[in-house]
């Protein structure tokens, strides 16, 4: 079973640092998704990452997959409190020779920014 | 456009009670996935449906179940509860089974405690 690590586990910073959280695993995977998911509510989608070495923005955010496909990161530059939150990475296990599957999920780092 | 609906938000039984949750995925969504999300296991895939077939299933025990709808509305039962099964249970859809380019939109979850 292909599993994903995600570091750190907690993180606690003051508003307008920059962090970056990771993802790894020992297996390649074809896809890789980054959710946030705030108390009480689902994850939502943040973005999906597909070829080795892509770089994909979203304001402060910033995804990289890494060039072998086991590794991706998370970086938030000038972190806000509003960034607070549980950060997941999930890869796309595929069912059999289909196109479709199920997402296996990292454990999640939790972010807090403090005012 | 109405988001993933699911109910009761939170649920409380006792040992040994079987339980019903619910869930109504975004209009036109034909797929529906049930997640487990606990402190130590993080996220888990219980199982998908589509198009009223199941067409994933993850690892967990038989009194693990789930059905949908012609309508694409999902339920899923969990019976003889044990403690071990107090969990976020999130639900999520998505326009074709789970694939990169078919993204899964979560509920806000059911909340269950076990006593």
């Known amino acids: 079973t292909q599993l994903l690590e995600q570091s750190p586990q907690f993180l606690s910073i003051q508003e307008g640092e920059n962090l970056t959280v990771y993802c790894n695993s020992s297996s390649v995977f074809s896809s890789l998704q980054w959710y946030r998911q705030e108390p009480g509510e689902g994850p939502v989608l943040l973005v999906t990452v597909v070829t080795g070495g892509e770089v994909k923005k979203l304001k402060r955010l910033t995804f990289q997959f890494g060039d072998a496909r086991k590794d991706s990161s998370l970086h938030i530059t000038a972190a806000q409190p509003g960034d607070t939150g549980l950060y997941l990475c999930?890869?796309?296990?595929?069912?059999?020779?289909?196109?479709?599957?199920?997402?296996?999920f990292g454990q999640g780092t939790t972010l807090q920014v403090k005012p | 456009k109405a988001g993933v609906t699911q109910t009761p938000r939170y649920l409380i039984k006792t040992r040994g009670q079987q339980v019903t949750l619910s869930c109504s995925p975004i209009s036109g969504h034909r797929s529906v996935s049930w997640y487990q999300q606990t402190p130590g296991q993080g996220l888990q895939f219980l199982f998908e449906?589509?198009?009223?077939?199941?067409?994933n299933k993850g690892n967990f025990p038989g009194r693990f179940s789930g059905r949908q709808f012609s309508n694409s509305r999902s339920e899923m039962n969990v019976s003889t509860l044990e403690l071990g099964d107090s969990a976020l249970y999130l639900c999520?859809?998505?326009?074709?089974?789970?694939?990169?380019?078919?993204?899964?939109?979560f509920g806000n979850g059911t909340r269950l405690t076990v006593t």
């Open positions: 999930a890869l796309l296990s595929l069912h059999g020779s289909s196109n479709t599957g199920k997402l296996i």
């Open positions: 449906y589509f198009s009223e077939t199941q067409r």
């Open positions: 999520a859809s998505s326009f074709s089974s789970t694939a990169v380019n078919s993204p899964l939109h």
